[in-house]
């Protein structure tokens, strides 16, 4: 049974956007959802994170003004809006979710990972 099923990534340039989207299983569902990502030879790290019930959003100082995470509670499905990426920004991008993964950054429940390069 999948319990966060993530899509949305692949290739782009430098400059270029991309849309992740998790989808989260009704059963499987937190109090809120953020996204981690990890590059290669280094440790997971937080990006962004979001509550279900009022939509309050936290970010990485890394990404803040590029990147907007979302929520479309009837759907149960969050969005992460990468705009201006960067080489740097190449990584496996993982949904998770926690009880305060807004305050905690950090997530009980994670996806299978969707991988972002961006091109120089």
């Known amino acids: 049974q999948v319990r966060l099923a993530e899509s949305g990534g692949g290739l782009v340039q430098a400059g270029g956007s991309l849309r992740l989207s998790c989808t989260v299983s009704?059963?499987?569902?937190?109090?809120?959802m953020g996204w981690f990502r990890q590059a290669p030879g280094k440790e997971r790290e937080f990006v962004a994170a979001?509550?279900?019930?009022?939509?309050?959003?936290g970010y990485a100082d890394s990404v803040k003004g590029r990147f907007t995470i979302s929520r479309d509670n009837a759907k149960n499905t969050v969005y992460l809006q990468m705009n201006s990426l960067k080489p740097e920004d190449t990584a496996v991008y993982y949904c998770?979710?926690?009880?305060?993964?807004?305050?905690?950054?950090?997530?009980?429940?994670w996806g299978q990972g969707t991988q972002v390069t961006v091109s120089s």
């Open positions: 998770a979710g926690g009880d305060s993964v807004v305050v905690s950054r950090k997530a009980e429940l």
């Open positions: 009704r059963t499987f569902k937190r109090s809120s």
């Open positions: 979001i509550t279900w019930s009022v939509g309050r959003t």
